[in-house]
């Protein structure tokens, strides 16, 4: 199914969770937070969130700065 | 000389220096210059992860979190919304309620927009952040913003990354008299005799970047940003002489 993650489109199965999104996309899960169609999914949830076709996800991280 | 200790909601600081970990050549000597630096606190951004390609070294493998305390940044951010958005996310990552807030009006100037940055300071201490807000030298909207909840107003001494020092000293004066939250100065800082004007003005502390990072020698320029801070701070404590239109010999003029 066709999902979007940080304004990229992308192929994903099916049942995929958060976190398997996560370590698909090689990401540290350790430091970024991340918001699906615009809410912010607790970090406590990441296994059992299950994204469904068209979801939108931003991740961010903490990156160098001022 | 005994001093206080810098307090910012529930924490507490020693060290009066704050410093950020952007635009550093390698993470090696962002290291060190935070180390010679002496900062207790350090500001990070929050951007999108990178999800092409090879994973980047994280930051935050290169900080040691129980000896830094974590000020995440809105920088970037020109609207309310935009800053709000970006500071819950900070907060999810779950290192820190602490938030810089900057909201921008323009790119050129990344001078604050004085009414977005209102918003997002009400909006954010009704959610219970500890908000550290960014702001001209304008007296009255620092004043705004003590009265909307910040725990500490931070006047820029001159624009974001300029190097060009405290320009407006008498504003910050007006600010340090006016408010009675910590006053930070952030932004502007070129070399240390900056620094050590503003902490000699009462400031409770200084916020800066670029200055350590793009100097020559970041990890000496480091070392003097912390010795200017210090020396600053003892100057204020330690009660300056007035300034004389006439002299005042040093020796006394009497006969032996």
Not at chain 2, 12 to 32: P, W
Not at chain 2, 81 to 101: P, Q, W, Y
Not at chain 2, 181 to 189: E, F, K, L, Q, S
Request: net charge negative; with cysteine; aromatic share 4%.
């Amino acid at each position: 199914m066709q999902i979007n993650v940080n304004g990229e489109n992308k192929e994903c199965p099916t049942e995929t969770s958060v976190s398997k999104l996560l370590e698909s996309l090689d990401i540290d899960n350790r430091y970024v937070a991340v918001e699906l169609n615009h809410k912010i999914v607790p970090r406590t949830q990441f296994n059992e969130k299950i994204l469904q076709e068209n979801d939108s996800l931003e991740i961010v991280t903490f990156v160098g700065g001022g | 000389m005994e001093d206080t200790v810098l307090k910012l909601g529930k924490y507490e600081f020693n060290s009066r220096l704050f410093v950020g970990t952007g635009k550093y050549q390698t993470f090696d000597i962002m290291k060190e210059a935070l180390e010679a630096s002496g900062a207790e606190v350090i500001t990070v951004a929050v951007r999108r992860a990178n999800i092409g390609g090879k994973p980047g070294e994280s930051l935050l493998d290169h900080i040691d979190k129980d000896k830094y305390t974590i000020l995440p940044n809105t920088a970037g951010c020109y609207s309310a919304d935009e800053a709000v958005r970006t500071a819950f996310l900070a907060r999810e990552m779950g290192i820190s309620d602490l938030i810089k807030l900057e909201v921008l009006g323009d790119e050129n100037t990344l001078l604050p927009d004085p009414v977005d940055t209102l918003k997002a300071t009400e909006a954010l201490v009704k959610e219970g952040f500890t908000v550290l807000v960014y702001t001209s030298d304008d007296p009255i909207a620092a004043k705004r913003l003590q009265d909307a909840g910040a725990t500490s107003v931070m006047p820029a001494g001159a624009p974001i990354g300029s190097g060009q020092g405290i320009l407006n000293p008498n504003n910050i004066r007006i600010i340090l008299e006016t408010l009675s939250v910590p006053i930070i100065v952030d932004a502007g800082v070129g070399t240390a005799s900056d620094v050590t004007v503003a902490m000699e003005l009462g400031c409770e502390g200084v916020l800066l970047n670029t200055g350590i990072a793009l100097a020559k020698d970041p990890i000496k320029m480091a070392r003097a940003m912390k010795l200017a801070c210090e020396s600053g701070r003892l100057a204020h404590l330690s009660g300056r002489i007035p300034k004389k239109l006439y002299a005042n010999a040093s020796s006394p003029l009497k006969d032996f």
